[in-house]
């Protein structure tokens, strides 16, 4: 199974800040690679996928980079509805994986 | 627009069995695969497996062959997942997602509780 690793764990920042998730992949996985929010009690939201392919109805703040191995999830300017758990998945192959998540939270 | 409404909250005893179901609107059901994913408490998410709403074919985790059962009923638009022989570990948020590559719509969760 392909392992990801998310870092930091969490992350405390003051809204405003501009800020970086990082996600790491055991091997390579092209850039089958997405991103998603999750607020408490709340499904999982995608906000990136493919690693910087853009989705409708997100925000312009959050982008996404990366291919093989790295990829790195950019929030501009933090806005306090941004603060909750951020979770990385790879589908580049079976089966399919999470991150442990990074907590964005309010210093 | 899509929706994926999920059954409620279930109780049930160790040992014994529970089916849940995700009912969805807004979109030709038989083109797409249904995911189903756990979230146990506080932790990271699995993959449970992946059904094909148009012919049913599945595609499993592994980890959890023997326990999770994925079926649909096309007729009514509805993906289940049935959950055999529970312990305290399948207590969890159980989310159905359709998957297109990536997981771009997710139900709303139900929780399973296992408990005595």
């Known amino acids: 199974d392909i392992m990801l690793t998310q870092s930091p764990a969490t992350l405390s920042v003051t809204p405003g800040e501009s800020i970086s998730l990082s996600c790491r992949a055991s091997q390579s996985i092209s850039t089958n690679l997405h991103w998603y929010q999750q607020k408490p009690n709340e499904s999982p939201r995608v906000l990136i996928k493919y690693a910087s392919q853009t989705i409708s109805g997100i925000p312009s703040r959050f982008s996404g980079s990366g291919s093989g191995t790295d990829f790195t999830l950019n929030i501009n300017r933090v806005e306090p509805e941004d603060f909750s758990v951020y979770y990385c998945q790879q589908s580049n192959s079976w089966p399919l994986t999470f991150g442990s998540g990074t907590k964005l939270e309010i210093k | 627009e899509v929706q994926l409404q999920q059954s409620g909250a279930e109780l049930v005893k160790p040992g014994a069995s529970v089916k849940l179901s995700c009912k969805t609107s807004g979109y030709t059901f038989s083109n797409y695969y249904m995911s189903w994913l756990k979230q146990m408490p506080g932790q990271n998410i699995e993959w449970i497996g992946n059904i094909y709403g148009g012919n049913g074919g599945t595609g499993y985790n592994q980890k959890f062959k023997g326990k999770a059962t994925l079926t649909v009923d096309k007729s009514s638009s509805t993906a289940y997942m049935d959950l055999s022989s529970l312990t305290s570990e399948d207590s969890a948020v159980y989310f159905c997602?359709?998957?297109?590559?990536?997981?771009?719509?997710w139900g709303q969760g139900t929780l399973v509780t296992v408990s005595s």
């Open positions: 997602a359709r998957w297109s590559g990536w997981f771009a719509y």
